[in-house]
């Protein structure tokens, strides 16, 4: 894990501290009516979050960190100004609904780069976790191959280039400042 900051934090409160809007970890974007949420989740969170928030076996946790550093992890969230389901903002007809729900699904991976220092890097996991209307917004999990260089630490500008919204291409940021000042995980 890459950190600059001294102080540990036991899973949860680590959960929480990574989640929290006021820590740099996230940046918001608005192209009216759509609005979009980034959240930034080191390989720890990632890690945390895929075992239920506890660490059961420690050898076994630190194994699969090791494989998840090799990444840069994101939540993409999408919502719209009116609370509406952003699939159904706008549209014309059934066919363009289904136009959208398809293209999220299956097809926006290509259009997710990750600028990283001088480095620009296509998405190599991407997963549409859509919610049928259950809540006010859609979440895709995006996941970024940048290696295995754990001292590199850089600002993380995400550009999503729309390619069904009618939107022009959407830029979010996470400053490096923010990335550094991650506490490290207390197992």
Sequence with gaps: M??????SLPPEEYIHWCLNPENGLSDKSESNPFIFELQYKPAPLVALQNSGGEVQNGLTFKEELKELEKFEFFNFRISTTTGQDFLKTGIKDQQEYFQRVAYYSSFAQPDFVLVTGSDTVSCVMYQFDRNYGISPYQ???LGFKTGNNKNKISDKKLIYH???LDIPSVEMEISSKS?????NLKL
């Design 2 to 7: 890459v950190v600059s900051c001294t102080n």
């Design 139 to 141: 979440t895709i999990l």
């Design 162 to 164: 729309d390619r069904i």
């Design 179 to 183: 990335i550094k000042q991650i506490p």
